[in-house]
Nanobody, 114 residues
Framework: QVQPVESGGGLVQVGGSLRLACLVSGTFFSIKTVGWYRQAPGNERELVASITMGRGTNYADSVKGRFTISRDNAKKTVYLQMNSLKPEDTAVYYC????????WGQGTQVTVSS
């Protein structure tokens, strides 16, 4: 079964930027809504951004105006550009279809230091 593969996380200072990437190798990729989720320690996993087949986007209020989701269907990859990062953005970031039904990947750790 297809399992997403996330990359691009790291340690960054407050106000910094990171760009995450996620490969979803299934043939269905181009017709699915895909999203970035995150899970901080002690918290539930939450959907922070999603992009439809037609490239319509939605964002959680907490990241609106700072994060941008995009997709490259030819590369079967979804991206998350994260700017003006805050300590509360610290989490493991995952991608999946929306609603999620693929096995979760390992995620990529994002740590924002103050």
């Amino acid at each position: 079964q297809v399992q997403p593969v996330e990359s691009g996380g790291g340690l960054v200072q407050v106000g910094g930027s990171l760009r995450l990437a996620c490969l979803v190798s299934g043939t269905f990729f181009s017709i699915k809504t895909v999203g970035w989720y995150r899970q901080a320690p002690g918290n539930e996993r939450e959907l922070v951004a999603s992009i439809t087949m037609g490239r319509g986007t939605n964002y959680a209020d907490s990241v609106k105006g700072r994060f941008t989701i995009s997709r490259d269907n030819a590369k079967k990859t979804v991206y998350l550009q994260m700017n003006s990062l805050k300590p509360e953005d610290t989490a493991v970031y995952y991608c999946n279809v929306v609603p999620s039904y693929l096995p979760w990947g390992q995620g990529t750790q994002v740590t924002v230091s103050s």
